[in-house]
């Protein structure tokens, strides 16, 4: 088993803030809201184990979001894995890696379109909690698309408990509790990425028989593209196309991958107009997928700049010759909600569990090569 002691992840360090919700410069008001954060996360962790009688957590980490729609599929995704036999004995929690995400999601802000108010903690809040609980077992779930930038930052997290950063952790109980980590979807390009494309296939197949099906994914800049990971698109496109040669996977954020490159691929393979479907490539349908993606009208459209990222794949896809319309072409559905894609992320915290190596993203930033 993986001793919370041997875990020292040799890579290089994106520091992770234990003051994630810091909303005030005053120092007394950081640590009074710390402490605060704290305690809430505490009470959820004592009450749940108290009830349950489960001494072992699993805590899904996701960067976050604000939409109603997003904090339904994170409940799904925590009721799937309830009610999972592989994960029976452990009581399961779902957590934000994005301090922003984090503050608007608990000010409500998309509360005028019926979102609810939620509080999501950061991962150090949970970590604490568990520890302080005295959980004998503690999975990590990466709820990331790629293991990319946000992936780094939950490994991080997991570095500041293992150890115990802020010192008041019962450390004969840290020589005692085993730690373990979800991969995030598309880590293996061998097993992953063809489970990936054949489930969406599933899904989808009959649409893309009509048009382009173009998803749209994050992805990282350059300087921020840890593992090499922005290879899993360029990867997933090629497994997709196997299956059928009208699935294309672009970015926001991956350069030489944005919509532009999408279209300059979909011309060189003769599709230049025609029916086309946009789906996000992401564990939910938030702001990049209501926007970037499917925002409709002039506000998402600036002629003068095409291929301004503040232009909406909707629009620029529309003004460049293709077929899309409001109610047909936009998949509003996150990858947590395709059961088949859900069921992929479940096998690597099963595969944790069952103690699979990820030795080579613990010592490499290039796994690749």
Sequence with gaps: MMKIKSLMLAMVAVAASAFTFTSCSDDENTENNYTTYQKAVDEQVKA????????????????????????DSFDATKKAYENDPRFKGYDVFVSYSSAICINRAAAGEHKAEGAQIRNYYAPNFW?????????????????????????????????????NYLGDLDDTYLSKVTLRLGA?????????????????NDVYKDTAAKGAFAFMGHGNPNNYDTYSANVRYTQL?????????????????????????????MQAAGIANGKMFLHPLMSIAGDHSHNDMAGIGAEYWDASEPESEDNSWFEYFSHNGYNLTEN??????GLLDVKGVLNIWMDHTANAIADEALDDYYHSMFPEE
């Excluded at 995030?184 to 969406?200: C, E, F, I, S, Y």
């Excluded at 047909?328 to 559905?333: A, D, R």
């Design 184 to 200: 995030p979807l598309l880590t293996d390009p061998d097993t992953d990425v063809p489970a990936v494309a054949k489930a969406l």
């Design 328 to 333: 047909e072409s936009i998949f509003m559905k």
């Design 127 to 163: 970590l604490h909690a568990f520890g302080s609980s005295q959980y004998s077992e503690i999975l990590v779930q990466s709820l990331q698309v790629i293991p990319g930038e946000e992936f780094t930052r939950v490994i991080n997290y997991i570095k500041d408990f293992a150890n």
């Design 237 to 265: 496109e090629e497994e997709l196309q196997k299956l059928n040669p009208n699935y294309f996977v672009g970015t926001v954020d991956m350069p030489e991958n944005y919509k532009q490159n999408v279209m300059e691929r």
């Design 48 to 71: 749940q184990k108290s009830k349950s009688g489960n001494n072992k957590a699993i805590l899904l980490v996701a960067f976050g979001s604000t939409w109603q729609q997003a904090f």
